[in-house]
């Protein structure tokens, strides 16, 4: 028997078909982004959910969102990833309260330390490092080594996406897979001359400066040279480019501060800058205004290089330091001894500062828990970030300490030109946790990132730091939880799914 179906008898079946094939289409989520630090906003996207039902949905076992179903049985909801959530894989679990049909996605748990300092405002704190801490920071061991082609003096490493970047004075920049150390493919990349600044990394491509006098950029997979670049300057660059809204800032030995679209390398319209002094340190950005160390303490517009007024300021003698900016203030050091803090506005002094050190300042401060850390020639200082009092328990005789610190879930991390000894300070009152003895002098800013120390040593070597000199591999993901172990909140509101918003 035939049976012919055309016109509206044809789209009946067809629609039926359709229809069908979506009501036994087996439950699926998404979740977006699939990778990220602790605090991260995970929209959880659901389909092929029983309709008009509520649905649970879990990071690993804690419930943290009750989704409705709308009439296709499509949700969505919003979660955040727990404060303490570690840096490795987790699942993400979406579960019909009345049917049980359930599915999961997994995400990744990482933080990145993209630049010298962390942060454009060069703070030189992680907030989302949650692994190390003042309990177990004395287990740490070395995880890998890399032996580089010549000695690292002042780039330090950034680490984005498990890779780990760094420049050498050989004129290369080289990049580890950060777990492994294994070498990334289409590196080690090579520049004009010997590298002392630190590489930047943003939207996919490595900016560093040479000193040839010219700023790279490099695609942050391959190692291929982006077009636009490089940008030449005047005068060799030891200041590590720092990455803003689109643009990309970095000093001169010329005494001058430039400002490049970090896209295609045009010059940005009043930039560059002229200084009073060449510009050996590190530019910061913040709340639109990018600050610089030179002869003085100069605070420009960052879209247009219009002098802030107020500046520029006096910070003593000829400063050797780069800058961090926190908390309203901008903290700098001299070569006279003392650090100085100004209002990042006004550039009026903060009272109380300077502050003391009794040594030449080459390290740059950095800012967490109210507090302003810094090394001298003479140790390792911390001070109340708001009106220059010194810490109990501090300074820290780790002897010279050029190298700028890293600060991390309570600990401070810093090296020394004292035997190339790596050392983790209690932040608050300066006790001694740890300490590893390179084979050189450390003038490389540390970087502390996914329960890993990352720093680079005049003795050619990149170092990776664990607990126990493990890494937080597959083995250590959260287990995927079973479905019927899931216990609902029911103190949760219902989010109702929206049809048009699916």
Same mark, same amino acid.
């Given at each position: ?30 979740? @977006? ?9 995970? @929209? ?9 039902? !509520? ?13 409705? $179903?709308?009439? +296709?049985?499509?949700f969505s909801c919003t979660i955040k990833v727990p404060d303490m959530?570690?840096? %490795? ?5 979406? #579960? ?37 801490? #003042? ?10 080594? *890399? ?31 950060? %777990?492994?150390?294994?070498?990334? !493919?289409?590196?080690?990349? @090579?520049? &004009? ?28 997979? %391959? ?7 490089? *940008? ?13 809204? &689109? ?15 970090? $896209? /295609? ?53 000829? %400063? ?25 506005? /006004? ?41 220059? $009092? ?7 005789? #780790? ?14 991390? #810093? ?22 003895? $390179?084979?050189? !002098?450390?003038?490389s800013s540390l970087s502390v990132v996914n329960g890993t120390v ?5 003795? *050619? ?16 993901? +959260? !287990? ?23």
């Open positions: 028997m035939k049976i012919l179906l055309r016109g509206r008898g044809l789209l009946v079946l067809l629609f039926v078909l359709v229809w069908t094939a979506a009501a036994f289409a087996a439950p699926a989520i998404t979740v @977006t982004p699939t990778v990220g630090p602790p605090t991260t906003k995970i @929209t959880v996207k659901g389909t092929g959910f029983t309709a008009s039902k !509520a649905v649970d949905v879990y990071f690993d076992t804690v419930s943290l969102c009750l989704a409705g $179903t709308n009439s +296709a049985g499509a959530a570690q840096p %490795t894989g987790h699942w993400v679990s979406a #579960v019909s309260r009345v049917t049980g049909v359930f599915a999961q996605k997994k995400f990744t748990v990482r933080s990145n330390w993209p630049m010298r300092g962390n942060t454009p405002g060069r703070s030189g704190y992680n907030r989302y490092e949650n692994a190390l801490s #003042v309990y177990n920071a004395a287990g740490l061991s070395r995880l890998w080594k *890399k032996v580089l082609g010549d000695k690292v003096l002042g780039s330090s490493p950034a680490v984005v996406n498990n890779v780990v970047y760094v420049g050498s004075i050989d004129g290369k920049i080289y990049a580890f897979n950060a %777990t492994t150390g294994a070498a990334i !493919a289409g590196f080690p990349v @090579t520049t &004009g001359g010997a590298i002392y600044s630190s590489p930047a990394v943003s939207s996919g491509v490595v900016y560093v400066g040479s000193n040839d006098g010219k700023l790279y950029a490099f695609n942050a997979k %391959t190692g291929a040279a982006m077009g636009g670049f490089p *940008k030449a300057t005047g005068g060799g660059i030891t200041s590590s480019p720092v990455v803003s809204n &689109g643009k990309v800032y970095v000093g001169s030995f010329d005494k001058k501060l430039y400002a490049f679209n970090a $896209t /295609t390398g045009a010059a940005i319209a009043g930039f560059p800058v002229t200084t009073g002094g060449a510009i050996g340190s590190s530019p910061a950005v913040a709340n639109g205004i990018v600050y610089v160390s030179s002869d003085k303490l100069y605070a420009l517009n960052a879209s247009t290089g219009a002098t802030v007024a107020g500046f520029p300021a006096t910070a003593g003698a000829q %400063t050797l330091s780069s800058l961090a900016v926190a908390n309203g203030i901008v903290y700098v050091g001299s070569w006279d001894g003392f650090l100085y803090a100004f209002n990042a506005t /006004t550039g009026a002094p903060v009272l109380g500062f300077p502050a003391d050190t009794g040594g030449v300042i080459a390290s740059s401060p950095v800012v967490a828990y109210d507090i302003v850390y810094v090394g001298s020639d003479t140790g390792f200082y911390a001070f109340n970030a708001y009106n220059g $009092t010194p810490r109990a328990g501090f300074p820290v005789e #780790v002897g010279p300490v050029p190298s700028s610190p890293a600060v991390a879930n309570g600990v401070v991390y #810093v090296g020394s030109n004292s035997y190339g000894n790596l050392y983790a300070i209690e932040a608050y009152f300066g006790g001694i946790l740890w300490s590893y003895q $390179t084979g050189d !002098a450390i003038n990352y720093v680079g040593s005049q003795d *050619k070597g990149l170092y990776a730091f664990s607990l126990f000199g493990e890494t937080y591999s597959a083995s250590k993901e +959260a !287990a995927q939880p079973e479905p019927a172990e899931l216990v609902p909140d029911y103190t949760l509101t219902l989010q109702q799914a929206q049809e048009d918003e699916l």
